[in-house]
């Protein structure tokens, strides 16, 4: 798990470009602490730049950029590739030659091999670079599910990428803001892919490849993603019986690694399921990090215990307390890289981590995602209703004065994002143009111009499940949870989000997969006999922190007087009345410290 930043341009002498590129991966350092380097190719005036943070093959063989023993294809890479020894034992059996016991390695052979047929073979979390020095081509490609970042720039003949948006300013590459982002901002509580803060800084697309021509600087993105025949699976049995087999093989290939692991422990269904499977591989001992609360109302103890009793390792505990918010504060502002409503809690989690000497832990990520775990599984049922009605009607949730009405308002829009935003939104156009002193039109334009949500119209759980995986998850919780933790040095793995998981959880009929009360009930009944009753017979609550009360209390945050514009101070008012959610507030905090 690494950063990764280059540039192939022919605008640029040498030196410049070896100097933007050297920047860039000294802004992106804290993601690598142990080692850099930078590959420069005289004939394509190329260079690729990398920290790396050591965990397969630790020694001095696993530095990047890397190349195979005869120099015909160079690599740039982030992230960790699960199946790699079976790879390896594919590529040798081929002839392939290795000079080390990196996964980094198996990629370039693979790709020598198979071509980009190579990629859909992966299996794991990765952004990489490519030079196939034969071709003369550079390949940036990002992982099935978006795990790790990639960013580009691809204009006047020059192609740049980098793992955060950060790099391209610290190497002067673009330092433009794109105008509409606080649009974006304050309707999704983050910046949905593929925008980002600066203009003409694009994410790369899950599961795509972008190939770029060095000789001409033209270039084309391409899924590398092979679709397969699945045989649904309607016997619950069945589907049990295929979900614990799935995830303890899981569990057991993300635990791989030669740097020290462990597992974040919350307290809910999701973690406390990935610390007792994981406890099961009898080989290895991991450390569990929890984090507890002096507000009773968030304190999980009760519930990390019931856990941390059945298994082995050692296991951390952290207080985390108002002043450490009020301490850490400014560092998590900075080390967000773009603007978002969420990552606090990863941020803290990692930091520990990192203070208790793991380089790699598992998360629950995904699980609420694949199985319905969020109320929106239950609530777009009276969105198919509220869409029945004429569409004028839902602008009259512009005179609501209850928020939770006021998201209504985005029904007026005949749009599938609409639908979303109306689960998922932070603030409704209305408010966002008062917000940012602009016209409605122009912000409805800015919101409604591009359709990247397919019109799936269904209004069951599998249109809620594309909702939440492709969008919240995509675009800030995946997002936030690498730029946060990375920010520490500490790589985090998904194992709910292994592609063969989410083959088999897709599989599976609706019926059986999101069946309800207790939410997520077909994967804790699928784990019945090691999971306990008292982590899932409970009220869901999340990885949550007292953010309620401590932004009420810090000094900025509930000065109205340092907001611009009567509508955000009355939003600051509000909050200290209890009547307006932190998110909201968060999201206009930031507002004011970028616009």
Same mark, same amino acid.
């Given at each position: 798990?690494?950063?990764?930043?280059?540039?192939?341009?022919?605008?640029?002498?040498?030196?410049?470009?070896?100097?933007?590129?050297?920047? #860039?991966?000294?802004?992106? %350092?804290?993601?690598?602490?142990?080692?850099?380097?930078?590959?420069?190719?005289? =004939?394509?005036?190329?260079?690729?730049?990398?920290?790396?943070?050591?965990?397969?093959?630790?020694?001095?063989?696993?530095?990047?950029? #890397?190349?195979?023993?005869?120099?015909?294809?160079?690599?740039? @890479?982030?992230?960790?590739?699960?199946?790699?020894?079976?790879?390896?034992?594919?590529?040798?059996?081929?002839? %392939?030659?290795?000079?080390?016991?990196?996964?980094?390695?198996?990629?370039?052979?693979?790709?020598?091999?198979?071509?980009?047929?190579?990629?859909?073979?992966?299996?794991?979390?990765?952004?990489?670079?490519?030079?196939?020095?034969?071709?003369?081509?550079?390949?940036?490609?990002?992982?099935?599910?978006?795990?790790?970042?990639?960013?580009?720039?691809?204009?006047?003949?020059?192609?740049?990428?980098?793992?955060?948006?950060?790099?391209?300013?610290?190497?002067?590459?673009?330092?433009?803001?794109?105008?509409?982002?606080?649009?974006?901002?304050?309707? @999704?509580?983050?910046?949905?892919?593929?925008?980002?803060?600066?203009?003409?800084?694009?994410?790369?697309? !899950?599961?795509?490849?972008?190939?770029?021509?060095?000789?001409?600087?033209? @270039?084309?993105?391409?899924?590398?993603?092979?679709?397969?025949?699945?045989?649904?699976? &309607?016997?619950?049995?069945?589907?049990?019986?295929?979900?614990?087999?799935?995830?303890?093989?899981?569990?057991?290939?993300?635990?791989?690694?030669? %740097?020290?692991?462990?597992?974040?422990?919350?307290?809910?269904?999701?973690?406390?399921?990935?610390?007792?499977? %994981?406890?099961?591989?009898?080989?290895?001992?991991?450390?569990?990090?929890?984090?507890?609360?002096?507000?009773?109302?968030?304190?999980?103890?009760?519930?990390?215990?019931?856990?941390?009793?059945?298994?082995?390792?050692?296991?951390?505990?952290?207080?985390?307390?108002?002043?450490?918010?009020?301490?850490?504060?400014?560092?998590?502002?900075?080390?967000?890289?773009?603007? &978002?409503?969420?990552?606090?809690?990863?941020?803290?989690?990692?930091?520990?981590?990192?203070?208790?000497?793991? !380089?790699?832990?598992?998360?629950?990520?995904?699980?609420?995602?694949?199985?319905?775990?969020?109320?929106?599984?239950?609530?777009?049922?009276?969105?198919?209703?509220?869409?029945?009605?004429?569409?004028?009607?839902?602008?009259?949730?512009?005179?609501?004065?209850?928020?939770?009405?006021?998201?209504?308002?985005?029904?007026?829009?005949?749009?599938?994002?609409?639908?979303?935003? #109306?689960?998922?939104?932070?603030?409704?156009?209305?408010?966002?143009?008062?917000?940012?002193?602009?016209?409605? =039109?122009?912000?409805?334009?800015?919101? @409604?111009?591009?359709?990247?949500?397919?019109?799936?119209?269904?209004?069951?759980?599998?249109?809620?499940?594309?909702?939440?995986?492709?969008?919240?998850?995509?675009?800030?919780?995946?997002?936030?949870?690498?730029?946060?933790?990375?920010?520490?040095?500490?790589?985090?793995?998904?194992?709910?989000?292994?592609?063969?998981?989410?083959?088999?959880?897709?599989?599976?009929?609706?019926?059986?997969?999101?069946?309800? !009360?207790?939410?997520?009930?077909?994967?804790?009944?699928?784990?019945?006999?090691?999971?306990?009753?008292?982590?899932?017979?409970?009220?869901? #609550?999340?990885?949550?922190?007292?953010?309620?009360?401590?932004?009420?209390?810090?000094?900025?945050?509930?000065?109205?007087?340092?907001?611009?514009?009567?509508?955000?101070?009355?939003?600051? &008012?509000?909050?200290?009345?209890?009547?307006?959610?932190?998110?909201?507030?968060?999201?206009?905090?930031?507002?004011?410290?970028?616009?």
């Amino acid at each position: 798990m690494c950063r990764i930043a280059g540039i192939v341009t022919k605008l640029l002498t040498k030196d410049t470009i070896l100097t933007r590129v050297s920047l #860039m991966c000294q802004s992106l %350092a804290h993601g690598g602490p142990d080692d850099e380097g930078i590959f420069y190719d005289e =004939r394509s005036n190329l260079a690729f730049g990398h920290r790396r943070l050591a965990i397969i093959d630790l020694s001095s063989k696993g530095h990047q950029p #890397m190349a195979d023993v005869k120099e015909r294809a160079w690599i740039t @890479f982030n992230g960790e590739i699960y199946n790699y020894r079976e790879l390896k034992r594919e590529l040798l059996a081929k002839g %392939a030659q290795f000079h080390s016991q990196t996964d980094t390695e198996v990629i370039i052979n693979g790709y020598l091999y198979w071509g980009t047929e190579c990629f859909n073979k992966l299996r794991g979390i990765f952004a990489l670079a490519l030079y196939d020095v034969e071709k003369n081509i550079t390949l940036l490609v990002r992982d099935s599910t978006g795990v790790k970042p990639l960013y580009y720039q691809a204009a006047q003949d020059s192609l740049t990428f980098a793992s955060e948006i950060k790099a391209f300013k610290a190497g002067g590459i673009e330092t433009d803001a794109d105008e509409t982002w606080p649009i974006k901002f304050l309707a @999704f509580g983050h910046i949905p892919e593929p925008y980002t803060t600066l203009k003409n800084i694009l994410s790369l697309a !899950k599961g795509r490849f972008l190939s770029w021509n060095n000789q001409n600087g033209t @270039f084309f993105t391409e899924s590398y993603l092979r679709t397969e025949d699945k045989i649904g699976i &309607t016997n619950t049995a069945t589907a049990r019986s295929s979900i614990r087999n799935v995830l303890k093989m899981a569990v057991k290939r993300q635990l791989i690694a030669d %740097a020290p692991i462990g597992v974040f422990l919350s307290g809910g269904v999701d973690s406390s399921l990935l610390s007792l499977l %994981a406890d099961g591989e009898r080989d290895r001992q991991l450390k569990t990090i929890s984090i507890y609360f002096d507000e009773h109302a968030y304190d999980e103890r009760i519930y990390q215990n019931a856990v941390l009793q059945k298994i082995r390792g050692e296991k951390f505990a952290h207080l985390v307390r108002q002043e450490d918010f009020e301490l850490y504060f400014p560092r998590i502002l900075s080390d967000m890289d773009m603007p &978002t409503t969420d990552g606090i809690n990863t941020w803290f989690i990692s930091k520990y981590a990192h203070e208790n000497g793991l !380089k790699a832990v598992l998360s629950g990520l995904g699980a609420d995602e694949l199985f319905g775990g969020y109320p929106s599984f239950n609530r777009i049922k009276y969105l198919r209703l509220l869409r029945k009605f004429p569409s004028f009607l839902a602008g009259a949730a512009n005179y609501f004065h209850a928020d939770r009405y006021r998201k209504i308002a985005f029904l007026r829009h005949d749009h599938p994002l609409a639908d979303y935003l #109306m689960l998922r939104g932070l603030f409704v156009p209305a408010d966002i143009a008062k917000a940012l002193d602009a016209d409605e =039109r122009q912000v409805n334009e800015i919101l @409604f111009k591009d359709c990247f949500v397919p019109d799936l119209n269904s209004y069951d759980e599998n249109h809620a499940g594309w909702f939440e995986v492709n969008l919240y998850m995509q675009n800030q919780l995946l997002r936030d949870t690498d730029v946060m933790s990375m920010s520490h040095g500490l790589e985090v793995r998904v194992p709910f989000l292994d592609e063969n998981f989410q083959q088999m959880a897709n599989r599976i009929s609706p019926e059986i997969r999101f069946s309800k !009360k207790p939410p997520k009930k077909f994967l804790i009944d699928s784990f019945a006999e090691i999971l306990p009753e008292k982590i899932w017979n409970r009220p869901k #609550m999340g990885f949550t922190f007292p953010l309620q009360e401590w932004m009420s209390r810090h000094e900025e945050i509930s000065n109205e007087t340092l907001y611009k514009g009567k509508f955000s101070q009355n939003a600051i &008012t509000k909050f200290k009345n209890g009547q307006m959610h932190w998110s909201k507030v968060f999201a206009l905090y930031q507002i004011q410290l970028h616009v």
